[in-house]
């Protein structure tokens, strides 16, 4: 289950953030993640909400984004995505 502790503790660039806006951003995301994720979908939704953030003007001014708009966190999603989505398929 994930919760703004974890998050803090996984992303540490997050402590200094406020606690609600973790909390919405985490809210948001686990109403978004699907349980295909199966036991990466705690990852992916301490991802999402990072990303969320980091995308907010709060993160674009700690310098949480890249030029393009992307995050580190978005690009780990990517990664996750295709190497979800190759495993699954295997399954099938």
């Known amino acids: 289950m994930v919760d ?3 998050m803090q503790e996984r992303f540490p660039e997050f402590k200094e953030t406020d606690f609600f806006q973790l909390k919405r951003a ?4 686990d109403r ?3 349980d295909s994720w199966d036991v ?3 990852d992916v939704v301490y ?3 990072c990303h969320t953030i980091a995308i ?3 993160g674009r001014a700690a ?3 890249a030029k393009d708009g992307s995050s580190t966190y978005s690009t780990r999603i990517s990664e996750l995505a295709i190497a979800h989505a ?3 398929s295997r399954i099938v």
């Open 32 to 34: 978004l993640v699907s």
């Open 4 to 6: 703004v502790r974890g």
């Open 26 to 29: 985490l809210e948001s995301a």
């Open 40 to 42: 990466l979908r705690d």
């Open 63 to 65: 310098n949480l984004t």
């Open 56 to 58: 907010s003007p709060v």
């Open 47 to 49: 991802l999402t909400a």
């Open 86 to 88: 190759c495993a699954r």
